[in-house]
């Protein structure tokens, strides 16, 4: 027998975990989620810094945060699991006058927004936070106590194990090898493994300015759709799924799941790298996430010990997954400049590692329907937001493949056709 599913959902991360949670909630319980791996959280999951925050550039952002922050701190019991939220806080410091005005015009747009408890506050303040950090060049900065941190670990296993309870199914070790899709004009067409497909998206590109749905009579946005060509099923090391539903949550390698349905995701993987201190007590045991924006360094605590992170603006796209030991003098000299007591601390290469941010070209995620194959929906491209985003981005997916429309955002303004229609979006606010 064929087996059978109302969603198939390729990727078992904390984001395809979050859209099962949020679908299960709704009703739709006839899920099976794919996963590769033999366990959950391989990915960029399980390699992720954990920060949640408020203090983005663009409303969306900004709405989706509060949202997911909300979602946070009630989410041991909510979804009967824990999240590890720490409302520790999160601070950014300004060292000249652009990136005041680029602070204060970021507090105003959170602030207008309902995260009514960001505030500015002055050297002497932050000073007190972390009196180890050198302030003589900082003219001030935005902190936000509701920011932190959370276990992506735990935040992925609570939503997996409460869509679990509700009916879900979860299929490890299952490497998803092609989407099947229908084509009216020619009958089935499968489409196989990515690169495969160039006469497919050509067919679909050629069908799509006449597929455009009109707007719904309950004034819900139009959702763009080819009408000739849908999703029928999904073919894997297991066998195939008939399915009229896939959702690609599959990070990095999203661009690779949509190639396989003949769509174009502009998704590439980013390599970034995290380094932990050995245990270290000349800073406090509790303090906030702190940026110093003259670098893009930026640290907190981790148990006994501080996670150190910075983006080396020499790195290049690829699938790199692999830690480069040279990032370690890179990120220890500016540690050392701005926190003058971490050239003491003690740094065990073996113990960094590298993880995949998955980039857009606006460092927006991409939610909802592709434009050429009906069926087909991205929740992709968290540009390193996927963790602290994973509530909202779930529940505005689930929304828009049950309802075609998510009260909790604009969503249109995520699909990916905003990338061919010039209405992109930029986030500034990325670490």
């Not at 992709?380 to 602290?388: A, E, L, Q």
């Amino acid at each position: 027998m064929t087996e059978t599913a109302d969603v198939v959902i390729i990727g078992s991360g904390i984001v395809g975990s979050s859209v099962a949670y949020h679908l299960a909630q709704q009703g739709c319980t006839n899920v099976l989620v794919l996963e590769r791996e033999a366990h959950q959280g391989k990915g960029s999951t399980g390699k992720s810094m954990g920060g949640v925050r408020a203090q983005f550039s663009t409303p969306v952002n900004i709405q989706m945060s509060k949202y997911s922050i909300d979602f946070f701190s009630k989410f041991d019991e909510v979804v009967g699991h824990p999240a590890d939220y720490r409302a520790h806080g999160y601070l950014f410091c300004a060292t000249n006058e652009k990136h005041i005005a680029y602070l204060k015009g970021n507090m105003a747009r959170q602030q207008a927004l309902g995260v009514t408890n960001v505030e500015w506050i002055g050297p002497p303040d932050i000073a007190k936070i972390v009196p180890q950090l050198r302030v003589d060049d900082i003219l001030g900065g935005t902190f936000c106590p509701t920011d932190g941190f959370v276990d992506p670990h735990s935040v992925m296993m609570g939503f997996m194990l409460n869509a679990r309870e509700q009916g879900v199914r979860l299929w490890l070790d299952t490497q998803v090898t092609g989407i099947e899709v229908e084509n009216s004009q020619s009958g089935r067409v499968h489409a196989g493994s990515a690169g495969a497909t160039p006469a497919l998206r050509s067919e679909a590109a050629s069908d799509f300015e006449a597929a455009r749905l009109p707007a719904n009579a309950g004034g819900a946005p139009a959702l763009p759709m080819l009408e000739a060509r849908r999703v029928s099923g999904v073919h894997t090391t297991r066998g195939f799924i008939s399915t009229r539903v896939v959702v690609n949550a599959a990070g990095a390698w999203a661009a690779q799941i949509a190639e396989m349905a003949g769509a174009e995701l502009p998704v590439e993987p980013l390599r970034r790298q995290l380094v932990p201190t050995e245990p270290f007590d000349q800073l406090p045991q509790r303090f906030p996430m702190v940026i110093d924006m003259s670098t893009g360094f930026h640290f907190r605590r981790e148990g006994k010990g501080i996670l150190l992170a910075w983006n080396d603006p020499k790195e290049t796209p690829g699938f790199k997954t692999e830690f480069d030991t040279t990032f370690v003098e890179k990120i220890l000299t500016r540690a050392a400049s701005r926190v003058p007591v971490l050239a003491e601390a003690g740094v065990n290469p073996r113990r960094a590692w590298a993880g995949l941010y998955e980039m857009t070209p606006d460092h927006h995620a991409i939610i909802g329907p592709a434009p050429n194959v009906e069926g087909l929906y991205f929740v992709n491209g968290f540009s390193g937001h996927g963790v602290m985003h994973s509530p909202a981005s779930g529940r505005v997916s689930a929304d828009l493949i049950l309802k075609g429309h998510s009260e909790l955002i604009d969503a249109n303004q995520l699909s990916v056709t905003r990338f061919a229609e010039g209405k992109l979006l930029e986030e500034t606010a990325v670490l």
